[in-house]
């Protein structure tokens, strides 16, 4: 065989000129949402030491750090409350007053700009720590609806731009869509955590949103790690119940889930690099056994390359600034 008789592929892969022009996935500051946790109480800035660089931060630090967010051109929040006081039923997390609410109004007060999403589930507020009305030792689906609701309703009135229900309960995209609908914000888009899974990359969340729960698990509700087909059914259902955006969640080990929603369902497509995701990266970088930027960029575009049309991630404002370097 001669050397004319092969493709060399490698021609491509010298200049780095060449190699950006030919790169077929590019991440850019408008892929990405940063969540933050806001804490009841006043000069709050606490670390969460499982999640370095990440802060449970009252209110008008939560405002500031929006600022920061926003001049980084990062185009949006997502929104956990940590509430003073937890109760069976989660009520400050519909609390017009509640920890939540206050923050989304603070926020589009002083940083209009800058998208707020609502996470909606009860975990945070519940003393029990699950993600709806406990009886016995059920979740009980349909009353938990109701609460979702109000959560949904209160976060809408608050000023949130979209609502982002995490809980998982059968019907709740529908329910939230049909109370919106019914006080008028009927054009309030709702990004579903469609295909969420019971996942133990979720660790370091639930020392960062104190939401762990009490008793048992999340398995009868968040999906088996092992389904696939399954969040396809659960996305068909979200999607016909009026969901406007898809999530999948954790995303780094369910690249293979992102894919096939995206070319199932052909939606804007979210994807949730997990607290879990994140915490791994800066322990091994902090370690000294990986590269943390580098392996960021390259976590990053797997989720983008999968299909992912915006990423969740704790790295928003570090890829954001690695980004205006390039
Ligand atoms: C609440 C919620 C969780 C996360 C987002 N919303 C935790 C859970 O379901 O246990 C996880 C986010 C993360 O790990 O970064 N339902
Ligand atoms: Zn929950």
Known sequence: MSNLD?????????????????RETHLNKSDFIYPLFSAHGENIKKPVSSMPGVYQMSIENIVEECKEVRDLGIPGV???GIPEAKDEVGSDAYAEEGIIQRTIRAIKKEVSDLLVIGDVCMCEYTSHGHCGVVHGDDIVNDETLVLLSKIALT??????????????????IAAIRQTLDNHKYKNLPIMSY??????????PFRDAAEGAPKFGDRKSHQMDIANVNEAIREVEEDIAEGADIV???PAGAYLDVIRRVKDEFAMPT??????????MIKAGAQLGWIDEEKIMVESLTAIKRAGADMILT??????ARYLDKQ
Request: charged share 25%; aromatic share 14%; no cysteine.
């Open 78 to 80: 997502i929104l956990f």
């Open 247 to 249: 999530m999948v969640k």
């Open 270 to 279: 979210a994807a949730y690099q997990v607290s879990g995701e994140y915490s």
């Open 6 to 22: 092969f493709r060399r592929l490698r021609r491509l892969r010298y200049n780095p000129i060449v190699r950006d022009m030919v």
């Open 194 to 203: 469609s295909a969420k899974y019971a996942s133990a990359y979720y660790g």
């Open 155 to 172: 976060q809408a009135e608050a000023g949130a731009d979209i609502i982002a229900p995490s809980d998982m309960m059968d019907g709740r």
């Open 314 to 319: 704790y790295f928003a404002k570090d890829i």
